[in-house]
């Protein structure tokens, strides 16, 4: 059932970027469709008159570094994705009725990156430098009206490089809308709902709306405020408030109190609609609807974090914006495909690393249930990169932040704000100033949640602990010091922002497992000449750990309200622990492509109730080796293992352990594992040698689209011998055709050192598996997907796409 409502938020999320809307007075159009683009710099590009015949036709969101090809030798660097930037342009005509001559007329930007430039019909509009900030402009006083055109043209230059320390694609990557409204209308992110003496029994409820007067009639207004459900039904009453609307800005405070409230929480996410209506006697002049949650949470210094009034131990990652082989265009089935995967390892929460997130992971994180970080910078005045944000902090910290601020504080799901990363400034009193300077934003605009920031040198010397401006002490890494930390400091309120960095390739095993590997900063050679790191939980940074050390600590004490873990999947960019060839990152529980290492399966035993048996390696090695293997598994007592029948013993967890391990002499067969509890078998999981490839299985994550918007299915691809097991090293070279409405969207195979164009119709294999994301065009029907490989048998799967 949980499900079932997750998947109705993603259709009626999908569906307000899909359908133009009108309520009384505020109309919201997608302005995502028909859009041209040109890739390169063109003087006069911003006239309206100006000769596009020759662009590319696309809709948005669009990045267009994903549809390059890897280089070293980019100006990015493997850091930044070893993928190209560059200037491009986008360009749109379009009309509006002669009808909205009265109204005011705004277009909306979720996100540009980077450095975007606006004009409609010639005029210039603004710059915003910063590629995660969402900002609109004012069309009304350039726009033509009735059957006229009017053209768009936006300017982005990501061409300065290198400005990122991980992958940020280029372009409009994000949302874009039009809006319509009265001259008199709630402001832009005009309303701030917070809630007080929160129980089972009763919320109260007030609601901040901002009015603002843009060449309207001054005079008496009203608001009328309503607290309803998710399906459009009244649950609170409503109120009425009368104010005076001058010529500028006005606020009003209406107070509301819900009985017996469904409590927001990670495990139940219920959400409210706050409807206000402004009214001119009995006129609706303008309808601005707000999605609520109803919760109390905070942190003690002792017990950790407190929510509904229950310790809940933060279970977080870290997340990095990109989607993978779709890059950073945005996709909300793409996302919440990475949601539903984390959710069902049993993570509740997600920091938004290292920038202000997409609006659609908010919503999301609000319909099921993630507890967020919210993060604006990555550095403030002094540089990362050569030609990183610090280039315009000191010039625009301030309207970001506020916009930032602005935009996210009614989500429930924001609980934590974070001013900063691992910033250069804690070491020098700059940072005690800066701090403050944005603590003090954020506590202007929002009393209600702590103030955080991701310290990497969290000792006496910190400036932005000592400065006293945050709330909560974030705190990156070190974890043999998290239990010292705070019986030094026991008056602090504290948490890992940012934890572990453990190094992983799906289906990779060094042995022995029990010897943990670091890897640093001064090796001369890789890890493994292929690239490879093992997935045996046995590698990590310098600064890091593996899994299972941070989590065996974070798990013992409650004061450690809990941690952020780097990261939740892999992300493009930043190839710790190797640059060029690899252009991707090893630190995921899931890899690039959606597949989960065996890590995930360590988490899903330990963050979740649901049982769990995991068996690695495969079981495809050399004669008579001794390998290692391990079960993770919950919810029993013991496991036994056999191979080709023959026990191979029992196994119990001790003290903190989180998985059991056999040393095994290799003999190809099955081998199998089989927990009790009291002494009843509960599970069995086999892996079996596997023969050569012999055929191709197609599985998909759902088997129906809607049409018409950009609904994706994700196609995995598994190489499997005769018996029907995954051959483990296949790499056979995978071809992938589309019969229907559909196209391929995207390929990948979580290599890090694949090269592979990521826009193409084929994949080789890697270790068995590769992805084919299949988007949804206009038409309603039947998609087939096919797959087919050199000496093996085509294989099928249908799709229905529905309108």
Not at 505 to 524: A, C, L, N
Request: aromatic share 12%; hydrophobic share 35%; charged share 25%.
């Amino acid at each position: 059932m949980k499900y079932k409502f997750f998947l109705l938020c993603i259709f009626l999320l999908s569906a307000t970027l899909v359908s133009a809307q009108s309520v009384s007075g505020r109309q919201v159009s997608n302005f995502d469709k028909s859009w041209l683009f040109h890739l390169g710099d063109l003087a006069g590009a911003q006239i309206a008159g100006f000769n596009d015949a020759g662009w590319r036709k696309l809709d948005l969101p669009h990045d267009w570094s994903i549809e390059g090809k890897f280089n070293k030798d980019n100006p990015a660097k493997p850091e930044g994705g070893a993928l190209p930037g560059g200037i491009g342009w986008y360009r749109k005509v379009f009309t509006v009725p002669a009808a909205n001559k009265s109204k005011l007329t705004y277009i909306e930007f979720d996100g540009v990156y980077q450095k975007s430039d606006v004009w409609v019909n010639g005029h210039h509009l603004g710059f915003r430098p910063n590629g995660y900030i969402s900002f609109r402009y004012e069309l009304t006083p350039y726009l033509k009206y009735g059957g006229q055109n009017n053209t768009i043209a936006v300017k982005v230059d990501n061409s300065s490089q290198p400005n990122s320390r991980w992958y940020s694609g280029s372009g409009i990557y994000r949302h874009v809308r039009l809006v319509a409204v009265n001259k008199i209308a709630v402001d832009q992110w005009g309303t701030f709902v917070t809630t007080s003496n929160v129980s089972q029994a009763s919320a109260d409820i007030s609601v901040q709306t901002a009015i603002r007067n843009k060449g309207g009639k001054k005079g008496e207004y009203k608001i009328v405020t309503g607290l309803y459900d998710m399906a459009g039904k009244a649950v609170g009453g409503q109120v009425t408030a009368k104010l005076f609307v001058n010529d500028t800005l006005t606020t009003a405070i209406q107070k509301l109190t819900l009985q017996r409230p469904r409590l927001w929480s990670a495990d139940a996410p219920a959400l409210y609609q706050v409807i206000s209506r402004v009214m001119a006697g009995n006129e609706t002049v303008d309808t601005y609807k707000t999605t609520v949650g109803i919760r109390d949470f905070y942190f003690d210094t002792d017990k950790g974090f407190i929510l509904n009034g229950e310790k809940v131990k933060i279970k977080g990652v870290c997340l990095h914006h990109d989607l993978g082989c779709l890059g950073a265009a945005m996709n909300v089935h793409a996302l919440a495909r990475q949601l539903k995967m984390l959710k069902e390892m049993g993570c509740n929460a997600i920091r938004t690393s290292h920038n202000p997130p997409s609006p659609e992971l908010l919503d999301l994180a609000d319909s099921m249930g993630f507890i967020v970080m919210d993060e604006a910078f990555d550095c403030w005045e002094k540089a990362k990169e050569k030609y990183d944000y610090h280039l315009f902090f000191k010039q625009w910290h301030k309207r970001d932040l506020e916009d930032q601020v602005l935009r996210d504080r009614n989500h429930p799901s924001v609980m934590i704000w974070s001013i900063g990363n691992e910033i250069p400034e804690q070491s020098d009193s700059s940072g005690f100033r800066i701090a403050k300077d944005l603590a003090g934003i954020v506590h202007r605009l929002d009393s209600t949640r702590p103030v955080t920031a991701a310290n990497n040198h969290p000792d006496t010397k910190n400036q932005i602990i000592r400065s006293g401006a945050i709330d909560l002490v974030g705190y990156n890494y070190h974890h043999t010091d998290l239990v010292g930390f705070h019986e030094r400091y026991p008056d602090k309120k504290f948490i890992g922002t940012e934890t572990t960095s453990a190094l992983e390739t799906r289906g990779v095993y060094d042995m022995p497992s029990d010897s943990i590997r670091r890897w640093s900063d001064e090796d001369k050679q890789p890890m493994n000449a292929d690239f490879t790191v093992s997935a045996y939980d046995n590698a990590s940074t310098p600064w890091g750990s593996t899994h299972e050390e941070t989590w065996k600590i974070i798990k013992k004490y409650d004061f450690l309200s809990g941690m952020f873990i780097w990261t939740g999947l892999d992300y493009l960019g930043e190839p710790t622990p190797y640059t060029w060839p690899a252009r991707s990152s090893y630190f995921g529980i899931i890899d690039l492509a959606g597949f989960p290492k065996d890590v995930y399966y360590m988490y899903q035993s330990e963050w979740t109730s649901k049982p769990v048996l995991h068996l690695l390696p495969h079981w495809n090695w050399e004669p008579g080796k001794t390998v290692d293997v391990w079960a993770y598994y919950n919810n029993a007592d013991e496991v036994e293992l056999y191979l080709n029948g023959k026990s191979l013993g029992v196994k119990k967890k001790q003290g903190d352990d989180l998985h059991v391990m056999w040393r095994v002499k290799y003999a190809p067969g099955t081998l199998k594992a089989v927990p009790r509890k009291h002494g009843a078998e509960v599970l069995s999981a086999e892996v079996k040698t596997a023969g050569k490839p012999a055929l191709i299985q197609l599985s998909a994550d759902k088997d129906k689209l809607k049409a018409g918007d950009a609904d994706l299915a994700f196609i995995t691809a598994k190489v499997l011998d005769k018996d029907g097991n995954l051959v483990p090293f296949a790499k056979n070279k995978i071809m992938f055709r589309v019969n229907g409405d559909a196209f391929i969207a995207g390929v990948d195979n979580g290599d890090p050192t694949s090269h592979e164009p990521f826009k193409a119709n084929y994949r080789y294999a890697f270790n068995g598996l590769a992805l084919a994301v299949i988007q949804a065009k206009q038409k309603s029907g039947t998609v087939v997907v096919s797959a087919e490989a050199d000496g093996l048998p085509a294989a099928q799967l249908k799709l229905s796409v529905v309108k």
